[in-house]
């Protein structure tokens, strides 16, 4: 054990003496290092610590001591570096809570032991840690302190609290704003993107689409350049398109056979009443607008119930046959409508006519059947005959075509009447004709 005896105080390891400014002593064993409580210096003023290094002579006794004395200005100037930034504070204190610096410097705190504030408390407590109080200057900071390797002196750094909470909520609201930003960007990339990549291309396929629905199966889809997500969809829309068009041109085929079929009487191939009528109202209403006749011949066989009692309805129908063969053979030439108008009479409907072709088509019908020679032995002449009423009209305002198919009949009545074989004409007909 080594004494060192300086002004009246006496340190080692484990003494806890509080030291008096100016009296310093050791008590070390060799080999040991002391350091002193904070001193100013009697001379310079100045901080100051007394470090003592106890010396082992050659046979291991305690035979000096090393003292030499620290001064503690370049501590004041190292913290006076650490806290230029305003409102920060540095604070150096021993292992007894003696202030040994501070920075701002508090002269109520500087070379006094303040072990029971809670920042040197809690400095004392942990070689290291943070915490948030009040200095010695009342303000409230963030500290982090450490203890200082291979001393018995802590070290703290504060900063004022609402310094950094004010960084801290710039440094938030920055965030807050660019998150903000980034996700206008990122909404504006999906409304954009969105609305060329998708609701534009779908827009457009519908109104294609539509376009097929209202019949113009024309269109191709195809034609557009599209985003390959939409190319089988426009592939599969011409494809519907094509589709369509075909059965539509299907249904119009079928649909003219249809009408042809429901135009046309199944027994003589000609026009049936149907087909008449509607040729009969689209002659009359052309015939009205160009100012012009209309010619009608009406037909009916002969004793033709008499032929179906002798010879059975199936040489009845082959007759029916005959005759409309001819009659359709005469039309023909005239470029005339013949129809089979129902059961064994005939109709020929001749637009644009004058009254000598209607006559002449009518006698050559007549002739021509005669000239078959269809046997019919019931008959006056033994052989198949036709009456021909003969009828010319032009259709006065309003007038319905029924006049003319009224007065053909008459005129065919009268031809039934003077005998059978005869063609006759109607009184309004403008016509001379043999009979
Ligand atoms: P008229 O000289 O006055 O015309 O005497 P008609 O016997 O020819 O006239 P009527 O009206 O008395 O008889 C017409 C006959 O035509 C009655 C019917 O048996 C026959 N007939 C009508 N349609 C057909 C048919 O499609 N096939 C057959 N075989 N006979 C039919
Ligand atoms: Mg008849
Ligand atoms: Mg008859």
New binding site residues.
Partial sequence: MLEINGLGKTYGSGDKATPAIGNVSFRIEAGEFATSDYMVGRFSGQPTLVAALGIRGPEGRSEGAIVAGVDLQWVGQLATTVARKPGSMVLLVDDLGTVLAAQPAERNWLGRRQADQPLVAAMLATPEGTITTEGPDGTRRIFGFVRLSDTATRLAVGLEEADVLRGLHREIESAYLNLAFLCVLVLFGIWFGGDRLIVRPVRSLARTAARFGQGNLTERASHTAWAAEFAPLAAALDEMAQRLAEREEELHVANTHLEELASQDG?SGLANRRGFDAGLRTEWQRAAQLHRPVGLLMI??????????RY??????A??YRVGEVIGIVAAHGGYLAARY????FAVLLPGCDAVSAGAAAERVRQDVATLAIEHAAATLGYVTV?VGVAMLRPGAGQSPQVLVEAADAALYAA?RQG?NLVVAHENAPMSLAS
């Fill in positions: 027994l009916d066989i002969d004793h033709f119930k008499l032929f179906n009692d059975g309805h199936v040489d009845g129908d007759c029916l129902g059961g064994e009479e009456s039934k059978r």
